[in-house]
């Protein structure tokens, strides 16, 4: 069982908003900035957001994060097709001195 | 920018050792940490264990006894060991630049390595 947990799947139609949340404890979510990645298929994770609520450069300002406490959430909005994908939450734990991850959560596109 | 890519035998028998290399391009290994992360069938990511580019480690406890990471800098390189292999150790493995502010990024595409005889 993961340290930080994510709801296994999450699903939206095209256009509508959905949001993911990670669940954590003061080890880990609640002293340290969260991070998000989208991985498809075959692909290499990537960066959509840093530091609770930052976006890379090149990533939609559809994705945005926030955090309050030991939660933090990934929210997309207008929904795309393309955005079907696995998304995992990421953050570092102090008793650790590593990352943790949350388990994943899958977005189906209906 | 920067990619990574992992290579190493797919398939490792029970009680072997499992050894990965990660090569990095499009940017040197010199100024950061450099990690290992694995995800077994229908689990979460699991962190293994980060070199910084002065050679420092650190693993995850709970696999210290048997790992060990290590860097190549002329070749820009860096790998994993990981001793006694069992089926628990099935997974793919993927290796991963990190940063002093803990962001993972970027990600090798991972490679599955099954322990299996």
């Known amino acids: 069982q993961s340290v930080v947990t994510q709801p296994p799947s999450a699903s939206g139609t095209p256009g509508q908003r959905v949001t993911i949340s990670c669940s954590g404890s003061?080890?880990?979510?609640?002293?340290?900035?969260v991070n998000w990645y989208q991985r498809l298929p075959g692909a290499a994770p990537k960066l959509l957001i840093y530091g609770n609520d930052q976006r890379p450069s090149g990533v939609p300002d559809r994705f945005s994060g926030s955090k309050s406490g030991t939660s933090a959430s990934l929210a997309i909005s207008g929904l795309q097709s393309e955005d079907e994908a696995d998304y995992f939450c990421a953050v570092w734990h102090g008793g650790l001195n590593g990352p943790v991850f949350g388990g994943g959560t899958r977005l189906t596109v209906l | 920018q920067v990619q990574l890519q992992e290579s190493g035998p797919g398939l490792v028998k029970p009680s072997e050792t499992l050894s990965l290399t990660c090569t990095v391009s499009?940017?040197?290994?010199?100024?950061?940490?450099w990690s290992w992360i694995r995800q077994p069938p229908g689990k979460a990511l699991e962190w293994i264990a980060y070199i910084y580019y002065t050679g420092t480690t650190y693993y995850n406890p709970s696999l210290k006894s048997r790992v060990t990471i290590s860097l190549d800098t002329p070749k820009n390189q860096f790998s994993l060991r990981l001793s006694s292999v069992t089926a628990a150790d099935t997974a793919v493995y993927f290796c991963a630049r990190l940063s002093a502010s803990s962001t993972i990024d970027p990600w090798g595409q991972g490679t599955l390595v099954t322990v299996s005889s």
């Open positions: 003061d080890s880990n979510i609640g002293t340290n900035p």
């Open positions: 499009g940017g040197s290994v010199s100024g950061y940490y």
